[in-house]
């Protein structure tokens, strides 16, 4: 995962305004935005100021890839400027930023006019149906900052997603309408491609494996997973030889998530589990779900570009009123750096098949987003988004599993999971990326069902 994030900067203005005063704001935005840490493209602080300069602008755009297009208003100028530019992310689907400066009610000129010339562009960009934000904040505001992450990280995660490939082991399970999906709607509504992989293809070639490269697995397992000899060898083997084989395919046909049928075959065809293999290859950005949810591992997909860190996803098991708490668990596919430091994370047996690799560890605590791409025929798609706080518990169940207290009580956060009768699936990613999530909503043109 790569977490840089790269904004694209066009400073606007006209020379009948501060020239002096709108370079100066233009200075001061291009080096905040370098000091954050961002790869700053376009034109950056150089003020574009007539015809020639926004074809320059413009052709810098269409040359480079970024998450986010900000249009600095560093002084007034009229629409014209702003429309010619924003065309170039209206093709892209990105997220554009107009930003104005306040001024000061001195008594005297009006130096800038920052804030009429975004209205003007805000007026031009509605009637053409261009999509766009807004800032009023002063060029070295750390308010801009923060609302910047958020826009650039939404706009990454549509860039992201657009041309994904997202792998398909086998079909859902009978009776998990959750987990159904249609591909031609995925790749009008989000640019995605769903790539099947034959179930049975994939048991052969996980069974072809090396006794070699599925030593290389167990032996990178056993440095995390102290018990790992006291499972049977052969079933760990054979997890071992699903990671190898998911992966060497997710290589091949580049693919950014898999969605595995992960029962029940790989049971009774394999003797093995599934579920180590998936959390070995989401820890490595692969990320994987599994009962062949595609709407899943999408969402996994979205959270990892979102977030730059791993996901889960993740069955709603248990809530308790008396305590404001619920329990989200899961066979035992969670990535590891999910695990929390204080316990020991174990290799474990699956707890209906009884048989490995799977990991068992409690969640560790901390800050988590909620999220998932919800659909009906109905309404089609909508966007879940919920947040909470994972605190420190003993295990609630064998594979793993944290307690969340969500932010809403948790009866009021079930009431709405059965009232709109969303998916079994959820899927959680450390930290609070609502924010972000709603600006990817709102780019992807995304109804909102929240959870908070």
Known sequence: ??????????????????????????????????????????????????????????????????????????????????????????????????????????????????????????????????????????????????????????????????????????????????????????????????????????????????????????DRVAVFVPNLDELNTAATAGTAGVYTALRDRAQADKLDGIAVRCWPEFFTELGCAACGAMSMLTEEAIPCSCEADINGTLTLVMLQAISDSQPFITDLVNVDAESDSAVLWHCGLAPISMADPGQPIEGTIHSNRRLPLLFQFTLKPGRVTLARLHHTPQSGYQLVIGGGEMIAAPPSFSGTSGVVRFDRPVLQVLDTIMAEGLEHHLCLVYGDYRSALRAFARLADLPVLDLT
């Not at 935005?29 to 413009?58: F, N, P, S």
């Not at 990105?94 to 130096?111: I, M, Q, Y």
């Not at 009776?175 to 009008?188: I, K, N, P, Q």
């Not at 048991?203 to 599925?214: H, N």
Request: with cysteine; proline share 4%.
């Open 1 to 218: 995962m790569n977490p840089e994030l790269s904004i694209a900067l066009v400073s606007i203005a006209r020379p009948t305004f501060d020239v002096l005063l709108a370079q100066s704001v233009a200075d001061t935005v291009y080096t905040q935005l370098q000091w954050t840490g961002y790869r700053v493209v376009g034109t950056g602080a150089k003020l574009i100021i007539d015809a020639a300069g926004v074809e320059e602008a413009k052709t810098e755009l269409q040359n480079t890839q970024f998450d986010l297009l900000i249009l600095l208003q560093a002084s007034f100028a009229d629409s014209s400027m702003a429309v010619t530019l924003a065309e170039v992310v209206q093709d892209r689907a990105l997220p554009l930023l107009l930003w104005a400066v306040p001024e000061d009610r001195s008594g005297g000129r009006l130096r800038l006019n920052s804030l009429c010339g975004i209205n003007l562009a805000a007026h031009a960009l509605k009637r053409r149906n261009i999509a766009y934000d807004y800032l009023l904040l002063p060029a070295d505001a750390p308010q801009a900052l923060d609302r910047i992450e958020q826009v650039a990280r939404a706009g990454r995660t549509q860039r992201l997603l657009r041309g994904s490939r997202i792998g398909l082991v086998g079909e859902p399970p009978t009776g998990f309408d959750t987990c159904h999906f249609d591909a031609a709607e995925l790749a009008s509504r989000f640019g995605v491609q769903v790539v099947p992989l034959a179930l049975g293809e994939t048991l052969q070639a996980a069974a072809d494996v090396s006794t070699e490269r599925c030593q290389e697995f167990v």
